[in-house]
């Protein structure tokens, strides 16, 4: 008679455990579900982000990062103006002091590399050009600025009193370097001018080969509104 019981206690607990096995995996199969469907409005609405921003990036001007960053960098750069005026300080030399001498030299030598000459482009070019190669080539010689300043005096700072016209006097180093850099330009002035046809049967206006070039650019530039003046004169019908 136990045995029996046993025996139906055990078969109830087996339905009981089949029947609850069947909603616990409905349960986990209804939350997997909704997770995934958590996850899938998630994924929709960051796709619908960045479509949005993608499409405002694709409407933007095409340097517009680059403006960005100039803009940012400007403000920053107020910023720190403003800082250090407010502290009373140099803002240049603050600035410097930020500078590391790797990156001096980094930009020093994409100065090196640069080439300012792109050609002629005008005599007032042509000539700074000159001054800053001339300028670049001056090495400072110490003990003649103290000699000099020493024979000088007070008028080397000269003011509106000072009468130093006419004292000075180069030395032979002085003129011989001089001397040097003037032949190196005429050398230099001879490789780019290329000799001219000469015709015999051209009229002789000019009194050297210095006014001859004079001559014929002005005859380029005026020669049209010229022409008939200068046929009266040579018929000697001028009025």
Same mark, same amino acid.
Not at 131 to 140: A, G, N, S, V
């Given at each position: 008679?136990?045995?029996?019981?046993?025996?139906?206690?055990?078969?109830?607990?087996?339905?009981?455990?089949?029947?609850?096995?069947?909603?616990?995996?409905?349960?986990?199969?209804?939350?997997?579900?909704?997770?995934?469907?958590?996850?899938?409005?998630?994924?929709?609405?960051?796709?619908?982000?960045?479509?949005?921003?993608?499409?405002?990036?694709?409407?933007?001007?095409?340097?517009?990062?680059?403006?960005?960053?100039?803009?940012?960098?400007?403000?920053?750069?107020?910023?720190?103006? =403003?800082?250090?005026? !407010?502290? #009373? *300080? $140099?803002? %240049?030399?603050?600035?410097?002091?930020? +500078?590391?001498?790797?990156?001096?030299?980094?930009?020093?030598?994409?100065?090196?590399?640069?080439?300012?000459?792109?050609?002629?482009?005008?005599?007032?070019?042509?000539?700074?050009?000159?001054?800053?190669?001339?300028?670049?080539?001056?090495?400072?010689?110490?003990?003649?600025?103290? =000699?000099?300043?020493? !024979?000088? #005096? *007070? $008028?080397? %700072?000269?003011?509106?009193?000072?009468? +130093?016209?006419?004292?000075?006097?180069?030395?032979?180093?002085?003129?011989?370097?001089?001397?040097?850099?003037?032949?190196?330009?005429?050398?230099?002035?001879?490789?780019?001018?290329?000799?001219?046809?000469?015709?015999?049967?051209?009229?002789?206006?000019?009194?050297?080969?210095?006014?001859?070039?004079?001559?014929?650019?002005? *005859?380029?530039?005026?020669?049209?509104?010229?022409?008939? +003046?200068?046929?009266?004169?040579?018929?000697?019908?001028?009025?």
């Amino acid at each position: 008679m136990a045995s029996c019981i046993e025996e139906s206690t055990t078969a109830t607990e087996e339905e009981e455990q089949n029947e609850t096995h069947p909603s616990e995996k409905r349960e986990s199969r209804l939350r997997k579900f909704r997770e995934l469907h958590f996850k899938r409005n998630e994924a929709r609405k960051l796709n619908h982000q960045e479509v949005v921003e993608e499409d405002k990036r694709l409407k933007l001007p095409t340097n517009w990062e680059a403006k960005k960053a100039r803009l940012e960098w400007e403000l920053a750069e107020d910023e720190k103006k =403003k800082e250090c005026a !407010d502290k #009373g *300080e $140099d803002y %240049h030399r603050v600035k410097l002091l930020d +500078i590391t001498a790797e990156d001096a030299e980094r930009w020093e030598r994409k100065k090196r590399k640069k080439n300012p000459d792109t050609g002629f482009a005008g005599y007032a070019e042509a000539q700074f050009r000159q001054y800053q190669r001339l300028t670049r080539q001056i090495r400072p010689d110490m003990e003649s600025y103290e =000699k000099q300043r020493e !024979d000088c #005096g *007070e $008028d080397f %700072h000269p003011t509106s009193n000072s009468l +130093i016209h006419g004292t000075h006097v180069p030395t032979k180093d002085g003129i011989d370097r001089m001397v040097e850099d003037v032949e190196k330009q005429i050398e230099k002035r001879a490789k780019y001018s290329r000799r001219r046809a000469y015709n015999d049967d051209a009229d002789i206006d000019y009194i050297n080969e210095r006014n001859a070039k004079f001559n014929k650019k002005a *005859e380029r530039f005026y020669g049209k509104y010229t022409a008939e +003046i200068k046929q009266n004169l040579e018929r000697g019908t001028a009025v």
